[in-house]
């Protein structure tokens, strides 16, 4: 009977199938050709004209990419030591996600959280499977995993104390841009000319565990905390800062939130950076690496809070729709299958070792190289900016990033090889003697 049903399902979606390709497609009047190609300054005019201004571009536009390669409108290749600020994991046009993308695109992409699904399924055991966390929240972005967190956070206070609605986090740090999200970044020019945020944030310095001890009480929901910080200049937070934070918040019945959505799903060597220290949190928050440049977010929650949140205390349209959570799935399992973490550790020794070379040839220029794994930052002295140097690098078609005034971010695709990075530590060396 079971097999008769599947032959019934099988011939009704090909019939279907046929069906939809022999529809004539209507014109539309609107000017769209997918297939055009505009030079670089039909672009950027299209974009001033109809885009509102809020990024700062840099003077190129990326047509395709390959593996740890881009290639813009005029053919021109670049390393790309960025992976779109470490989103794209398993760099770009991966075959596997491109065919996972192409068959689940085939057979459904959305139909709502009214009903069962079972790629969200499928996704949420294997992160509970690599991770402390008994349930998954899936949302379509990191800010929206944050929203969640923060929602999360209130509604455990709330259930406490009535008076436990203060959130703890660390100056510099980023957790995004929506209301609440930016409510709890430490950066004052992402607050600046919003007027009044969300009430009961309080910022400390990361590291620093006499603030860490005097921040936390009885009325604090929840500590939010970047284990490396990704905005705040590629900085690592201790071991030891952890350990007590994870004391302060066991005794003051405060949630320990990491945000591991730059530092999530291999970035780190580690599926999450918190798997290299000894602590482990309540809630964690995942997007970027999850789809490898698909969007998608997670909230994770311990088993200990799995009941926090009961039906209808919160949602998503879009949030863990079929083709999204194919994604997710296929990421994990071409990281489980093709030893990318080993990839990532050894490649991080690598860049580390050659790094560090570089900066005992410039003492004057560089301050440090910290990070981990493939999250590394190339610390300048004070007085040296890092926006112009990503500027030059693009000159000699190298794609980094920074990280605060004067930290270069760099972020290779986890797959990045050798070799690449050769012709890549190349070009950084020849950046720093030109400064």
């Not at 974009?47 to 990024?55: A, G, I, M, N, R």
């Not at 008076?163 to 950066?187: C, D, N, P, V, Y």
Request: charged share 25%; with cysteine.
């Amino acid at each position: 009977m079971k097999k008769d049903k599947e032959n019934i399902v099988n011939k009704l979606y090909d019939i279907e199938k046929i069906r939809t390709e022999n529809i004539k497609k209507e014109e539309k009047n609107i000017s769209y050709n997918p297939e055009q190609v505009l030079s670089l300054n039909e672009i950027k005019s299209l974009d001033e004209k109809y885009l509102l201004q809020v990024y700062a571009r840099m003077p190129v536009s990326f047509v395709y990419g390959s593996g740890e390669f881009l290639y813009d409108t005029e053919g021109n290749e670049y390393i790309d030591f960025l992976s779109g600020i470490a989103v794209n994991s398993l760099g770009h046009a991966n075959a596997d996600i491109v065919e996972t993308i192409r068959t689940q695109a085939d057979k459904l992409w959305h139909t709502s959280n009214l009903y069962y699904n079972s790629q969200q399924a499928l996704l949420a055991r294997a992160l509970v499977e690599i991770s402390f966390s008994a349930k998954v929240f899936f949302a379509n972005s990191g800010t929206e995993a944050n929203e969640a967190a923060i929602k999360f956070a209130r509604a455990y206070g709330q259930k406490m104390n009535t008076t436990k609605t203060k959130i703890i986090a660390l100056k510099s740090s980023f957790h995004g841009r929506t209301f609440g999200s930016m409510s709890i970044t430490g950066q004052s020019k992402i607050h600046d000319g919003f007027g009044p945020l969300l009430e009961n944030i309080e910022f400390i310095e990361a590291n620093n565990i006499k603030s860490l001890e005097k921040a936390v009480n009885k009325d604090t929901c929840a500590l939010i905390l970047e284990p490396v910080l990704g905005e705040g200049g590629i900085l690592p937070l201790e071991n030891e800062f952890l350990e007590k934070a994870r004391e302060i918040c066991d005794k003051n019945k405060t949630l320990l939130i990491f945000d591991e959505i730059q530092t999530g799903i291999g970035r780190t060597g580690k599926y999450f950076a918190y798997q290299h220290s000894s602590v482990t949190p309540d809630l964690l928050t995942i997007a970027k690496g999850l789809g490898s440049g698909f969007p998608i977010g997670a909230l994770l929650v311990s088993n200990k809070y799995n009941d926090i949140f009961d039906i209808g205390s919160h949602g998503s349209t879009f949030g863990g729709n079929h083709l999204a959570c194919a994604v997710g799935y296929e990421v994990l399992r071409v990281i489980e299958s093709g030893k990318v973490l080993e990839n990532v550790n050894n490649i991080s020794e690598y860049l580390f070792t050659h790094l560090n070379n570089i900066k005992n040839g410039f003492p004057e220029k560089i301050q440090e190289i910290r990070g981990k794994g493939l999250l590394i930052g190339i610390v300048l002295k004070e007085n040296i900016q890092a926006r112009p140097l990503v500027a030059k690098a693009l000159e000699k078609n190298l794609v980094i990033g920074r990280a605060s005034d004067n930290v270069i971010r760099l972020a290779p695709p986890l797959i990045v090889r050798i070799k690449t990075c050769d012709r890549a530590l190349e070009k950084i060396e020849e950046l720093i003697s030109e400064i």
